[in-house]
C-alpha cells in the first residue's frame, strides 16, 4: 500500500510538470495558467520527499509543513478579506453608479465674415402726411372720396355749403363793375378840365376796394372746396355728409407712402461710425418673412438731452404701399467693412447668473495607470468639458464667440441640460435641434 501511494504521487507529480511544460509550450488549451501545474507538481514531489524520510523526521517536518500551510491559508483568507475584496467591491460600485454617456449632438466651430452692424428700433413715418382740416367753418354739402383712396395732386375731396359766399360774390361783382364805370367817367372829366385830379383818386381807390372785396369773397369760396395738397392714399372718413364742421376738425389723412421714412434713435457714440447714404436694412412684424433695404437720409441735428440718443432718419422704397407710416421697425446700418468673427449655433451657449459657457466635446484623459495614448473616437472616450465664453452680436440663428473657443472645436448644441462638467458623451446627430422653418425673402 505504501509504494502503491508513493507510485500515485510520482505519476500525479511528473503529470503536473508535463501539463505544465506542455501548457507552457502552448499545445493545448489549459484551463490554468502553466504555473499552476508546475505548483501542483512541485506539491506532490514535496510529498512524495516527506514519505521517504525516517519516521522521526517525518513527524516534526509534517506538523512543520500543515503549520505552514495554515499560516498560508489565514494569511491568503485575510489578504481576500481586507485587500481583494474591498477593491472588488470598489469596483462593482463604481461600474454599478458610473454616469451614462449621454447622446449629444455636435458642431464645430467656424470662422464666418460679418460685416459690422448696428441694430435699433424705430417707427415708421410718412415722406409727407396731413390731415386734411378746413379753413372755413360750415354744412358739408358733398363728399368726393372714399376711405383708403388713392388720390392726386389737387384731386377734390369735401365741398363746404358756400352758397352766402356766392351771393357776396355776385354783389362784390356788381359793385366793382360800378366802380369801373364811376373810374372811366372820372378819367374822361379830368381830361376836360371839369372835375379835380383828387375825385379820380377818390375812384381809384374805390374801384380797387371792390376789387379786393371779390378776391376775398374767392378766397372764402376756395377755402370751402377743400382738396388734395399732394398725392398720396387717404385714410379712414371722419366727416358725414350734412355735417357742420368747424374750423381745423380733422375730416381725413392724407398720406404720401412712397417712399417712407424710419426714424430711429441711436447712443451718441454711434454718431463715429454713422453717415449718410449707408446701407440700412428692415423688418416689420407685419411681414417677418421679408426685409427691406433702404439708406440714411438724415441725422438729427442735436443730441437729447434725457436720453443721450440722437435720432436717425432712413429713407425706403414702398412701391407696393406695404410699409404704413406709425409701423414698429427692426433696423440693422451696416457701418464698415467685413471681419473674421468665430460663430456657434444660438442653441449652444448655456446662460446662467455664472456667466455664460458652453460645452466643448473633447477625448477623456487616461485613467490612473493607464498610458496615455491617441484619443479614442467611441462612446468611451468622450467627455464633455464646460468653458465659459464672451458672446458677441448676433445675426439670425448663429452668434459670434469672442473669448472662450477656438476654430475647429466640437461644441454641444443639443442635450446640455443633461451635462456636468467632464460627463461622458456620446455623439448622436439625431439630437439636433431642427432649424426653423424660413420663407425665401425677396
Known amino acids: 500500500m505504501r509504494r502503491v501511494t508513493n507510485w500515485l504521487l510520482f505519476l500525479l507529480g511528473l503529470a503536473g510538470l508535463a501539463l505544465a511544460i506542455a501548457a507552457r509550450l502552448a499545445l493545448f488549451r489549459a ?29 516534526p517536518l509534517v506538523f512543520l509543513v500543515t503549520l505552514g500551510f495554515l499560516v498560508a491559508l489565514t494569511g491568503g483568507l485575510a ?8 477593491n472588488l467591491v470598489k469596483g462593482f460600485m463604481s461600474a454599478a453608479f458610473a454616469p451614462k454617456p449621454t447622446a449629444v449632438s455636435i458642431e464645430e466651430v467656424k470662422r464666418e465674415k460679418w460685416p459690422p452692424q448696428l441694430t435699433a428700433i424705430g417707427t415708421l413715418r410718412a415722406y409727407e402726411g396731413v390731415a386734411i382740416a378746413p379753413q372755413a367753418a360750415g354744412v358739408v354739402t358733398a363728399i368726393h372720396f372714399d376711405s383708403g383712396d388713392d388720390v392726386e395732386e389737387g384731386a377734390l375731396l369735401v365741398s363746404i355749403d358756400d352758397s352766402v359766399e356766392r351771393a357776396d360774390l355776385q354783389n362784390g361783382l356788381a359793385q366793382l363793375r360800378n ?14 378840365g371839369n372835375t379835380s385830379q383828387s375825385s379820380v383818386d377818390t375812384a381809384f381807390a374805390t374801384r380797387d ?9 374767392r378766397a372764402v369760396i376756395a377755402q370751402k372746396t377743400i382738396r388734395a395738397p399732394f398725392a398720396g392714399r387717404l385714410g379712414l372718413r371722419n366727416v358725414d355728409l350734412g355735417q357742420y364742421v368747424s374750423v ?17 434713435p441711436v447712443p451718441e457714440e454711434a454718431l463715429r461710425t454713422l453717415a449718410v447714404d449707408q ?52 433696423l440693422t446700418v451696416t457701418t464698415g467693412e467685413s471681419a473674421d468673427v468665430l460663430t456657434l449655433p444660438r442653441t449652444a451657449i448655456v446662460y446662467s447668473l455664472y456667466g455664460d459657457n458652453i460645452f466643448v ?3 477623456a484623459p487616461p485613467k490612473p495607470g493607464q498610458a496615455a495614448a491617441a484619443p479614442q473616437e467611441d462612446a ?28 475647429g472645436e466640437r461644441v454641444v448644441t443639443a442635450g446640455q441640460i443633461k451635462l456636468q462638467a467632464n460627463s461622458p458623451v456620446t455623439i448622436d446627430q439625431g439630437t439636433a435641434l431642427p432649424p426653423p422653418a424660413e420663407t425665401s425673402r425677396p
Open 248 to 264: 381745423g376738425a380733422s375730416l381725413v389723412t392724407l398720406q404720401r407712402l412712397d417712399p417712407i421714412f424710419a426714424d430711429f
Open 361 to 363: 466635446v473633447k477625448a
Open 79 to 86: 489578504y481576500f478579506q481586507f485587500v481583494i475584496k474591498p
Open 179 to 192: 366802380a369801373e364805370v364811376a373810374l372811366q367817367r372820372q378819367k374822361m372829366l379830368v381830361a376836360g
Open 279 to 330: 446701407d440700412v436694412g428692415m423688418t416689420v412684424d407685419a411681414f417677418p418673412s421679408r426685409s427691406f433695404a433702404g439708406k440714411i437720409k438724415a441725422l438729427d441735428a442735436r443730441v437729447s438731452a434725457d436720453s443721450r440718443n440722437v435720432t436717425v432718419r432712413a429713407q425706403f422704397p414702398n412701391p407696393d404701399h406695404k410699409l404704413l407710416p406709425g409701423m414698429f421697425a427692426n
Open 380 to 407: 468611451n472616450g468622450l467627455i464633455a468639458e464646460r468653458r465659459f465664453v464672451r458672446v458677441g452680436p448676433t445675426r439670425g440663428e448663429r452668434i459670434a464667440i469672442e473669448e472662450g473657443a477656438k476654430e
Open 209 to 217: 376796394s371792390a376789387a379786393a372785396a371779390v378776391d376775398h369773397t
Open 31 to 59: 484551463p490554468a495558467p502553466p504555473l499552476a501545474f508546475g505548483a501542483a507538481a512541485a506539491a506532490f514531489g514535496v510529498l512524495l520527499a516527506i514519505r521517504t524520510l525516517p519516521l522521526r523526521l517525518r513527524r
